[in-house]
């Protein structure tokens, strides 16, 4: 018997070894980049372009600004297509193969890798128009931010009781207008949701905007030229041997973070509050 | 008027998504179309089993990136899959129940961290110490076990498996926790009843019962680690040859196309680093329909 106790001792010490070395990994990436990033950080760093390599000082306001432009784009190209084909697989397709064939095909979507994604669109879009563009990095990130939005549109209006979309019907309106102002209506917190999810997921992404918007030491308001991103800039200025550089992208890094992570918490938070479900 | 707008609305929606089963066949037949050239030239299959990659002379093969990728994969997937099914036990069988939330929550916060934040942790923060203690360490205590021998690096093989494992932890314990709540408490009850102790019970009752789930887990956390990219491109050294032990520094695919993609010479480096893609591609979209598959048949036989 004191044999299977000890195993059994052993066995849930371990387990909770394992949840809280895993909080402890968040806690430690947390801490460094705090400690590290909040020194980066002042008005220079929002309001300046960089400072010539090696020199103090500078800011990064044109990747800031990339960084806003792309993913307002990328959400301006994602949200209506992935909400539009969300509301046709549940309103119109919930049932029967194609439906479960484009959910598939739409998870498969999810999980290509995102540097996949950028050598797509590099040879899509950068190579037939022969220069590297902020909004072709926009169209990599919408690939990855439709299928998100697709995915929650679809599951909660699902949730959307049918006698609510009956009651409509039942007054004579038409079937575009139960859905648009009636199951809509019913679900907005959880197609919110999905939408914040998106942006959190898009906005720090760097592996799909490398072969795409590629990266511009100047300011560039042209979006059909490269264009500086946060996330870019960490990858480069990280790997550069200048020790003021190394510290912006800890600056850069802790913004981006800080920003992500509220935006999960949002997510989390209007989630809870939704009507159905 | 309305049945006009009716329709309308109808096309639209239908358009959608049908844009989302043209960009997926169309990212297939795009990458196959760019690296037709490194087809060509090296033939697929022959290609993946070639150990050269020499930009100067032009000549490419993909074994080193998918050897690297492979086995980065597999020292994640070594690390995760304990340490995931142990947070599930914690969380559904130890927590008490007005934590369980915040638990699951703050583990799936790793989730959100971007993954180039990973990767500069891993090179600035991690690296140093694998290799100061860490690698050191584990070279004089576990020497004898193949591979585990030789020289510590900090940035390699190791460094790529931990994080990546961190990364793939939150992926695979939430599918995990989620089958072990499917577990009938009944079935549970039956077993203590007879005297079971608690890890008897998970390890006879609840882990046969979630055993495809728990599978479909780690499937799907390895096709996140199989393509992840930013973090393990900053600590896996970059260096295109077959390791001989897992600290030293090797190459992924995506990693190497991050890092040459844009400096690409000749046609035939850029078709090559395109085929690399395509393989990319294929393996990750074996691997996580496999994935999908066992949880659409799981959700029959739950339903």
């Known amino acids: 018997m004191w044999r299977r106790k000890l195993l059994n001792h052993i066995m849930m010490g371990l387990s909770t070894l394992s949840a809280l070395v895993s909080i402890l990994f968040l806690v430690w990436i947390l801490k460094d980049l705090t400690v590290r990033g909040i020194s980066a950080i002042n008005w220079e760093f929002f309001a300046e372009l960089p400072a010539p390599p090696g020199e103090e000082g500078g800011g990064i ?29 549940s309103e119109y397709a919930r049932h029967g193969r194609f439906g479960l064939m484009v959910r598939f095909l739409s998870d498969i979507l999810l999980s290509v890798p995102s540097i996949i994604v950028g050598t797509f ?46 009651a409509a019907y039942a007054l004579g309106a038409p079937r575009w207008v139960v859905i648009t102002k009636v199951v809509y209506r019913g679900a907005t917190a959880g197609i919110m949701t999905g939408i914040i999810l998106g942006i959190a997921r898009i906005i720090g992404e760097t592996a799909p905007l490398l072969f795409t918007s590629f990266s511009n030491n100047f300011w560039e308001t042209n979006i059909f030229r490269p264009m500086a991103t946060m996330t870019v800039l960490i990858f480069n200025y990280a790997m550069s041997p200048y020790e003021s550089w190394q510290s912006m992208a800890w600056g850069a890094s802790f913004i981006l973070t800080v920003f992500v992570l509220i935006l999960n918490m949002l997510s989390k938070f209007l989630f809870r509050g939704r009507k159905y479900g | 008027m309305e049945r006009f707008k009716d329709r309308l609305f109808r096309g639209f929606a239908f358009a959608s998504t049908l844009l989302v089963i043209l960009v997926v066949i169309a990212m297939g037949i ?73 638990f699951s ?28 203690r860490v690698e050191p360490w584990m070279i004089e205590h576990l020497g004898f076990i193949p591979f585990f021998d030789g020289k510590p690096y900090g940035i390699g093989l190791f460094n790529a498996g ?20 499917l577990v009938p408490d009944i079935m549970k009850e039956a077993a203590y009843a007879v005297g079971a102790t608690r890890w008897e019970v998970v390890r006879h009752v609840v882990i046969p019962y979630t055993r495809s789930g728990i599978m479909a887990g780690i499937i799907l956390g390895l096709g996140r680690a199989l393509g992840e990219t930013m973090a393990v491109t900053f600590v896996i ?50 691997v996580m329909s496999i994935g999908r598959l066992i949880i659409m048949r799981m959700g029959r036989h739950v339903a």
């Open chain 1, 61 to 89: 306001r044109h990747a800031i600004y990339g960084t806003m432009v792309i993913t307002l784009m990328a959400s301006a190209i994602a949200i209506p297509i992935g909400l539009l084909a969300g509301t046709y697989l």
């Open chain 2, 237 to 286: 050294g970059n260096a295109y040859r077959i390791p001989s032990t897992i600290y030293e520094p090797s190459i992924t695919i995506a990693s190497s196309l991050a890092n040459e993609f844009t400096e690409a010479t000749t046609d035939l480096h850029l078709s090559s680093l395109f085929l690399l893609a395509f393989i990319l591609f294929l393996i990750t979209f074996v």
């Open chain 2, 162 to 181: 931990i994080v990546l494992a961190v990364m793939i932890i939150p992926y695979i314990s939430s599918i995990v926790r989620e089958v072990f709540s």
């Open chain 1, 121 to 166: 669109v590099y040879a899509l879009m950068v190579r037939p128009m022969g220069t590297f563009s902020a909004l072709s990095g926009a169209v990599a990130l919408a690939i990855i931010m439709i299928p998100i939005i697709l995915k929650t549109t679809d599951e909660v209006l699902q949730l959307v009781p049918d006698v609510v979309r009956e």
């Open chain 2, 30 to 102: 795009l990458l196959l179309v760019q690296s037709r050239p490194a087809i060509e030239k090296f033939g697929f299959i022959q290609f993946i089993f070639r150990d050269v990659w020499n930009p100067v002379e032009d000549e490419f093969g993909g074994l080193y990136a998918v050897v690297g990728t492979l086995l980065s994969s597999a020292i994640a997937i070594a690390i995760a899959t304990p340490v995931s099914i142990g947070i599930a036990i914690f969380i559904t069988e130890l927590s008490p129940s007005a934590l369980r939330g915040i």
């Open chain 2, 105 to 132: 929550s703050v583990i799936e916060l790793l989730a959100a961290i971007p993954s180039i934040i990973y990767g500069m942790w891993g090179l600035f923060v991690l690296a140093p110490i694998l290799k100061h």
